[in-house]
């Protein structure tokens, strides 16, 4: 077996990270405040427009307090995508509220309007305005903003914008993360940049990124002591996490390049492979950072291959691949909470696969995944041709 993995998506530091990490250690501001801190969140609110950025030690810590933003209680009914990462759904349950999931569209794979609109009127029936819309973005290409802003004001239901996938994706112009009445980032280690571990929320106003900033920090009071008068959380981030992403956001839209090249490295490598398409907007009017690439497999027209045959192929060549997000609706944890929809969700996570997507990813390692693809789909006179 080759020696080297090849990751999903692997963290790429761009080269002035540590300079700025080295720069907290200097002036001793090892701790949740700090120059970098401040220089993070200019730069993302610089990147976004006329938004309000408070960084925070994740994406769902982020969530969490937009749900909580937007005033989400015990007892109340909060609307969630359903084909997204559990961390989407599971500060619903923090809060006491109950999730009610929706099924994907089959054009940007998420949130379904009509699934949408159906579940809001059966809610309201049943006695309760859903409090939240939450909504994703995934793999990096937007959701379709104004269908569900649409059904969003037609009943008065405030948005939170799960853009942890789409940090530099935009529709007609404007940046994921300000579509939602709050919205989210996240800096994990396989997204499009990292902290090592990191998130963001993202408001229309200064008094709401406060408001957020000081219950990210244990809800303090003005008072020389200790004194709280509602509860707190510890969700700020770190100033030397903030110092990596001071350093990542540099190479944010170089990244974000290289991202869109391997994506087309796919759309070219599957061009010729009958039964096989690769995920992509659907429109000009859309932009994504294509965060990951990913693919749909149709057994029926493959001679059988399905999305594990490839999946295995790639992990006996040290390759990684995973298969889609599995819909919230089907995880033993969530499966009795309501759902909406047609079961679209349902067969793209039985037929797709995330295929790696790292900004780092050489032309050789591109080489080993293409002769790995086109060797199982039989198309041994391509590799021949090409050599
Ligand atoms: C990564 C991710 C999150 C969670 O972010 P963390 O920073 O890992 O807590 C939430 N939602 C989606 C869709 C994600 O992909």
């Not at 200097?26 to 427009?49: M, Q, R, T």
């Not at 409090?131 to 995934?138: A, D, G, P, Q, W």
């Not at 900033?213 to 959380?233: K, M, N, V, W």
């Amino acid at each position: 077996m080759h020696k080297n993995k090849i990751w999903l998506s692997a963290p790429h530091m761009g080269g002035s990270e540590l300079k700025y990490v080295q720069e907290a250690f200097d002036s001793n501001w090892i701790a949740p405040v700090g120059l970098n801190i401040d220089c993070f969140e200019h730069h993302l609110e610089a990147y976004l427009g006329s938004h309000h950025v408070a960084v925070l030690n994740s994406g769902t810590a982020a969530i969490h307090l937009g749900l909580i933003l937007l005033g989400v209680q015990a007892g109340d009914t909060v609307i969630c995508q359903s084909m997204t990462f559990s961390a989407s759904a599971n500060p619903i349950l923090y809060l006491g509220a109950t999730p009610v999931f929706i099924d994907s569209e089959p054009e940007t794979w998420n949130l379904c309007p009509i699934a949408l609109e159906e579940a809001i009127v059966d809610t309201i029936a049943k006695g309760a305005t859903p409090k939240v819309i939450l909504t994703v973005h995934l793999y990096g290409v937007p959701y379709k903003i104004d269908e569900i802003r649409a059904v969003a004001d037609k009943y008065s239901i405030p948005i939170l914008e799960d853009s942890a996938e789409a940090l530099g994706s935009s529709y007609k112009g404007q940046q994921c993360g300000t579509f939602g009445d709050v919205g989210i980032f996240s800096f994990n280690g396989s997204k499009i940049i990292t902290t090592s571990g990191g998130g963001a929320i993202v408001t229309h106003s200064k008094a709401l990124k406060d408001r957020a900033i000081f219950l990210a920090t244990q809800a303090r009071d003005i008072a020389p002591h200790y004194q709280h008068s509602e509860i707190g959380y510890n969700y700020r981030m770190s100033n030397i996490c903030a110092g990596i992403g001071r350093g990542q956001m540099e190479v944010l839209d170089y990244h974000i390049g290289l991202r869109r090249s391997i994506h087309e490295f796919y759309i070219e490598l599957f061009a010729a492979i009958e039964g096989v398409t690769v995920f992509k907007v659907p429109n000009a009017t859309y932009f994504s950072n294509y965060w990951l690439s990913t693919i749909l497999i149709n057994p029926l027209e493959t001679n059988g291959i399905t999305r594990e045959t490839l999946r295995l192929a790639l992990e006996a060549a040290n390759i990684e691949s995973r298969p889609l997000w599995k819909p919230m609706h089907l995880q033993p944890v969530f499966c009795n909470y309501p759902y909406y929809g047609n079961h679209i969700a349902e067969t793209l996570f039985n037929n797709g696969l995330c295929l790696p997507s790292g900004s780092n990813m050489t032309p050789e390692d591109c080489n080993r995944i293409k002769f790995v693809i086109l060797k199982l789909f039989g198309k041994k006179e391509v590799i021949s041709k090409k050599r």
